[in-house]
């Protein structure tokens, strides 16, 4: 049993290290609220979500209350939220839901988390890549008339990515702040101008009991979960937040908050620019280009060509955002030996999780490259597959962190509610559980494969044992590494072993 400090390298300035050395300890009070709501909210991606995904979960639902759904499953994540907060003030770990699972359910456990989020995590990262390349290379042929292929336009992301999570986390916000206003406001412009001009008037059907509970309602929320994805991740910056007690419970309420009443609304106001009761027929027949459609009838021809451009963007922010989400899971897990310890190292001018952001980079470069080479289709296979296994990863983490907190509480309420510790995370574990539940269920919805393709229990095969590794591997560490074990989601701490 010991209970002592490891050294963990830092300066008093949080990133002062002699040039050209390595440190252990990410950048200090760098960032405040909005820069955590920048990269939150970037990852959702609000033109990828209004062009993409409210299209689709229209179209192959049949629910036209999807404005409905949103705000219901906005509150259900505000639930979770709750709690989630209460944890975030007595725990700062890059690891986020590694450290709070870790502290709240136990070491093994704690492991078995962070190999399903480094597994999903890295599959939305690089499933974005596809999308990337598949709208740039096509933007670019259209206006330029150069025919570039796809994985040609990712890499060029990458390598721009990969420099941009290499260096400070105050410059990658305000790269996210930039790209997320301009996108934000090009919805904003298409939601008021097809509110203006709805062809039938106004109508609050889409809100209604009915129109949420006719059609696939499963498959329908779990469209929308996908579309929230990346609300959670504003603890991973907590310790280089300004004030990690109040900054991500701030961050993460106002993202929530955000995401789901301006989701809402573009999802309404959609509804309303094609005519009541015509949104399900005309995102059947023009899918994806719906927006471009629809805008192009209000704001004319060169709407659409703007809104092009802007989702190249977009979608370049929401990668940006997952690269350092990522990042700093590989800086903490490799901090506290669970992977190889170089990984938790940082750069020591910028205070980067560099060699995380280094080993993201690489993998994403592999993958693009191989599917480039291959012939692999960009957007069916490498965006649909894998951000789709994903956003399964992140909804399992979810009903599991809750589940946590009532562990993390359990004996000591630490000064927190009942509310915070108990109330909140039972009703949001068991409304997350439902949606779980549902997701599996309506996964083919999602991948668009018929019932009995193999895919439909692969995809969500590859959760489970990333799972069950990260378990077997937490016990093995346990019984043959007890000072790594003792560390598990300390942030470098080692206590006694649980």
């Not at 033109?47 to 179209?59: C, E, I, N, Q, R």
């Not at 709070?100 to 190999?115: C, D, E, K, M, T």
Request: charged share 10%; hydrophobic share 55%; with cysteine.
């Amino acid at each position: 049993m010991v209970d002592e400090a490891i050294g963990t390298g830092r300066s008093s300035t949080g990133g002062g290290a002699p040039a050209g050395t390595a440190t252990q300890s990410l950048s200090r009070r760098r960032i405040g609220v909005p820069d955590i709501v920048f990269f939150v909210v970037a990852a959702s991606s609000p033109l990828t979500v209004a062009a993409g995904g409210m299209p689709l979960s229209y179209a192959t639902t049949g629910v036209a209350g999807i404005p409905l759904i949103i705000l219901v499953l906005a509150s259900v994540l505000a639930l979770f939220s709750v709690g989630y907060a209460a944890m975030s003030r007595h725990i700062s770990n890059a690891g986020a839901f590694y450290a709070y699972i870790a502290q709240g359910l136990g070491r093994i456990p704690g492991v078995g988390a962070s190999f399903v989020a480094v597994v999903a995590y890295n599959a939305m990262q690089v499933g974005l890549y596809g999308l990337f390349g598949f709208a740039a290379s096509g933007l670019i042929s259209a206006k330029l008339g150069v025919e570039v292929p796809w994985w040609a336009a990712s890499l060029a992301a990458l390598a721009v990515i990969g420099f941009l999570g290499y260096r400070r986390v105050d410059l990658n916000a305000k790269v996210l702040a930039v790209l997320l206003i301009c996108e934000s406001l090009i919805v904003l412009v298409f939601d008021v101008s097809q509110v203006a001009a709805a062809p039938d008037g106004l109508s609050l059907q889409p809100f209604s009991w009915d129109a949420m509970t006719t059609g696939a309602v499963g498959a329908a929320f779990c469209w929308v979960m996908a579309s929230f994805m990346g609300f959670e991740s504003g603890a991973i910056y907590s310790e280089e937040c300004r004030d990690p007690r109040r900054t991500v419970s701030r961050a993460t309420y106002i993202a929530v908050a955000l995401i789901g009443v301006f989701y809402a609304f573009t999802a309404w106001a959609m509804a309303m620019g094609a005519g009541t009761g015509q949104i399900i027929d005309e995102a059947g027949k023009s899918g994806t280009d719906l927006v471009f459609v629809l805008g192009e009838k209000t704001l004319g021809s060169g709407f659409a060509s703007m809104a092009q451009v802007f989702l190249v963007t977009a979608v370049f922010a929401a990668l940006l955002s997952f690269h350092n989400a990522v990042a700093r899971y590989f800086y903490a897990l490799g901090r506290e030996g669970v992977l190889p310890r170089v990984l938790g190292t940082s750069h020591a001018l910028h205070g980067s999780p560099a060699a995380g952001s280094l080993t993201q980079t690489t993998f994403a470069a592999l993958v693009v490259l191989g599917f480039g080479l291959l012939g692999g289709d960009p957007t069916g296979t490498l965006f649909n597959w894998f951000t789709n296994l994903g956003a399964l990863g992140v909804i399992l983490l979810l009903v599991v962190t809750s589940v946590a907190v009532i562990g993390f509480f359990r004996r000591d309420g630490r000064g927190e509610g009942g509310w915070s510790r108990r109330v909140a995370p039972v009703l949001s574990a068991a409304a997350l559980g439902v949606i779980l539940v549902l997701a599996l269920i309506n996964f083919n919805a999602l991948l668009g494969t018929p019932p009995g393709s193999v895919l439909n229990w692969l995809i969500p095969g590859i959760v489970v044992f990333a799972g069950i590794v990260g378990l077997v591997y937490g016990a093995w560490l346990k019984a043959r590494d007890p000072r790594t074990f003792a560390r598990i989601g300390h942030g470098g701490e080692v206590r006694e072993s649980a």
